[in-house]
């Protein structure tokens, strides 16, 4: 019994020492889906995330005076993880909507872009809900191309198809499995660029939408109010001082910035 | 728990439960057919035919059902996705479609569990009531046909019951490769709603509303056998 005590207090001790060294490093948990976005996020072989939102990211946290730690989640976890506490900050292209902005909260946009429409080279296709009656469409699950995608072409006749990573969903469509995918127009330049993805072509550019949203904030809690402010404060700092220009022109040729 | 988006997704769901039920129905056929053929294989007096059954139940058995999956989906898929004349025939359709490739790989499946299952099974049947079919002068057709097979399916019905079940929650296997099945539109309940619980909960009674009832098919088929089986 006495011997069991002086485990437990042993235990209490370690337990207290743990906590003050977490108090003393409030390290703000990142969550990075696993699997590679480039350019905004991807893993080199030797575990090294670089990227244009890892480069901003690592600016933010500087101008913000805290510690960022990444931390891999599973993408179509990724807000019950923010919820669940296992992460504090989704800095991972989630586009700020309305449906989201139910459940968390957003700090300002930190880039814009277009969603564009993608299938392989020589085929004839109109991107319109008419025009793609019987065609497969293929779009990455929990994105805001994938309800700007239920809702405008619920009615459509074309066959939806929602992917788990858009991994999978660029793989099929280059493999023609998938007649035309939606997905972010920077991301889908990139794939197109590589050899994968070199028998594929835009077929246009999908028309502003408010469901698409504003553009790609930090999600956080909806309590962390304090820690938007932090965020919003930096974003613009950022934008201000020519820093995120800096920053954007080693990834892209257009701009990004949030308008 | 919030079930608001039922009515929202009603119809999809409705979908799903057909794309399952019909990946059940497909790979238990075909599968069940192959594994006649490969339970008779494996008792085969030619050492090829017997060794290929053997190496085919083991390649089945000793490879996860996911990673035949996706050998199927992205190993055979991506063979066929080169051949432009293939692209371009009638068959592309099917072919580019996941839903073929999930139906095939469990049908493989099945043929390699359950082959092991009718072999076990083709060898518990008396020599006795064999040795008498020949005796009369049956051809051997007719004796697999009218004993044989007949007399193994009836003692192995228990544990068809038990495979058939097992078939239907490895069909969840097939919304890793796009395909809508009924995990499928869970996942994409999840991802529009943010509800993680409520299309899981919902989908699990799903699951075991259709286990119960292959259970009480088989259950209904086992009684109205012609005898008691003492086996």
């Not at chain 2, 004349?85 to 359950?114: H, K, M, N, Q």
Request: with cysteine; glycine share 8%.
């Amino acid at each position: 019994m006495k011997s069991g005590m002086r485990i437990l207090g042993g235990m209490l001790a370690l337990a207290v020492l743990a906590n003050t060294n977490a108090l003393a490093a409030p390290a703000l948990k990142i969550g990075l889906a696993a699997e590679p976005y480039p350019p905004f996020s991807m893993k080199s072989s030797s575990g090294q995330w670089s990227g244009f939102e890892v480069d901003l990211l690592n600016s933010l946290c500087k101008e913000m005076k805290v510690q960022c730690q990444i931390t891999e989640v599973a993408w179509d976890g990724i807000i019950p993880s923010l919820q669940g506490k296992k992460i504090d900050v989704i800095f991972n292209s989630l586009s700020i909507t309305p449906d989201r902005q139910k459940v968390i909260s957003f700090s300002k946009p930190y880039y814009y872009t277009d969603a564009m429409f993608v299938g392989t080279k020589g085929q004839k296709l109109d991107p319109s809900p008419a025009g793609l009656r019987g065609k497969i469409l293929g779009v990455q699950g929990s994105t805001s191309h994938a309800s700007f995608i239920a809702k405008r072409y619920a009615q459509s006749g074309a066959n939806v198809k929602y992917y788990n990573t858009q991994d999978e969903l660029n793989a099929d469509t280059a493999a023609g499995r998938v007649d035309v995918m939606l997905l972010d127009a920077l991301a889908a330049s990139e794939f197109m660029a590589s050899k994968a993805g070199a028998n594929l072509e835009s077929k246009g550019l999908a028309p502003r939408d408010p469901i698409f949203g504003p553009g790609v904030g930090a999600g956080l809690r909806k309590q962390d109010a304090a820690l938007k402010q932090q965020f919003d404060t930096a974003i613009d700092k950022l934008i201000k001082s020519g820093q995120y220009d800096t920053i954007q022109k080693k990834y892209f040729k257009v701009s990004v910035a949030p308008k | 728990m919030d079930f608001s988006w039922f009515a929202e997704f009603r119809q999809p769901l409705w979908l799903a439960l057909l794309t399952t039920l019909q990946l059940l129905l497909i790979s238990a056929s075909a599968g069940f057919l192959l594994a006649v053929l490969v339970g008779f294989g494996r008792l085969s007096r030619q050492p090829f035919i017997a060794w290929l059954s053997l190496s085919y139940t083991n390649l089945i058995r000793g490879t996860p059902l996911l990673v035949q999956i996706y050998v199927m989906y992205y190993g055979l898929g991506s063979l066929f996705q080169d051949m432009p004349a293939l692209r371009e025939s009638w068959l592309w359709p099917y072919l580019r479609e996941g839903f073929w490739y999930v139906a095939l790989a469990l049908t493989l499946s099945v043929g390699g569990y359950l082959g092991e299952v009718i072999r076990g099974g083709l060898r518990a049947v008396p020599k006795g009531e064999l040795e008498a079919a020949r005796a009369l002068g049956m051809p051997h057709r007719l004796i697999v046909r009218r004993i044989w097979l007949p007399r193994t399916l009836y003692a192995l019905l228990p544990t068809l019951s038990g495979e058939a079940v097992m078939l239907l929650k490895s069909t969840a296997l097939a919304s890793t490769v796009a395909v809508m099945d009924v995990l499928g539109i869970a996942n994409l309940i999840r991802n529009q709603t943010f509800l993680t619980y409520e299309p899981l909960l919902l989908i699990a009674t799903l699951y075991l509303v259709l286990a119960i009832l292959i259970e009480r098919g088989f259950k209904r088929l086992e009684n109205r056998l012609p005898f008691r089986n003492a086996l």
